[in-house]
């Protein structure tokens, strides 16, 4: 574990007065899914949804960051999420904007991935497949 959320853990570990063992997972929802069984008693960096709330107490955020849609350069740009309807795109497995695109616009489909990297190589090399009514492979 490195960069903020390891900081900002070490702070709260010597403000309570205890040591925090990071576990490794493979990804998002491995880690996700061991704190909603208990085994972990921490997540760092983990937005609230309504879908977590219902398993976690959240503090208020630390730090906020954007939400983009990435394209490939042949692919069209998109300045509202709404643009998407119809169109599938890349998204990461159990992430906060995925939830929430799920949720707010079940008409687009998400195609997810289990990291980032995994999302966006997708993107990259043109593996976010078309819709059945697109001709460009969406992002």
Request: no cysteine; net charge negative; aromatic share 8%.
């Given at each position: 574990?490195?960069?903020?959320?390891?900081?900002?853990?070490?702070?709260?570990?010597?403000?309570?007065?205890?040591?925090?063992?990071?576990?490794?997972?493979?990804?998002?929802?491995?880690?996700?899914?061991?704190?909603?069984?208990?085994?972990?008693?921490l997540l760092s960096g983990t937005a609230m949804t309504p879908e977590r709330r219902a398993s976690f107490n959240?503090?208020?955020?630390?730090?906020?960051?954007?939400?983009?849609?990435?394209?490939?350069?042949?692919?069209?740009?998109?300045?509202?999420?709404?643009?998407?309807?119809?169109?599938?795109?890349?998204?990461?497995?159990?992430?906060?904007?995925?939830?929430?695109?799920?949720?707010?616009?079940?008409?687009?489909?998400?195609?997810?991935?289990?990291?980032?990297?995994?999302?966006?190589?997708?993107?990259?090399?043109?593996?976010?497949?078309?819709?059945?009514?697109?001709?460009?492979?969406?992002?």
């Open positions: 574990m490195s960069g903020l959320d390891a900081d900002v853990v070490a702070v709260l570990g010597q403000r309570l007065g205890v040591q925090f063992r990071p576990r490794h997972h493979a990804d998002w929802s491995e880690a996700y899914e061991s704190a909603v069984s208990g085994e972990i008693a959240f503090t208020r955020p630390d730090v906020t960051f954007p939400v983009m849609i990435i394209t490939r350069d042949d692919e069209p740009s998109f300045d509202d999420i709404s643009l998407l309807a119809g169109r599938r795109f890349a998204a990461v497995r159990n992430y906060a904007p995925t939830l929430a695109l799920r949720r707010d616009f079940p008409e687009i489909e998400a195609i997810e991935h289990s990291t980032v990297a995994e999302a966006l190589q997708a993107v990259a090399l043109g593996r976010a497949p078309p819709s059945p009514t697109s001709s460009t492979p969406p992002t």
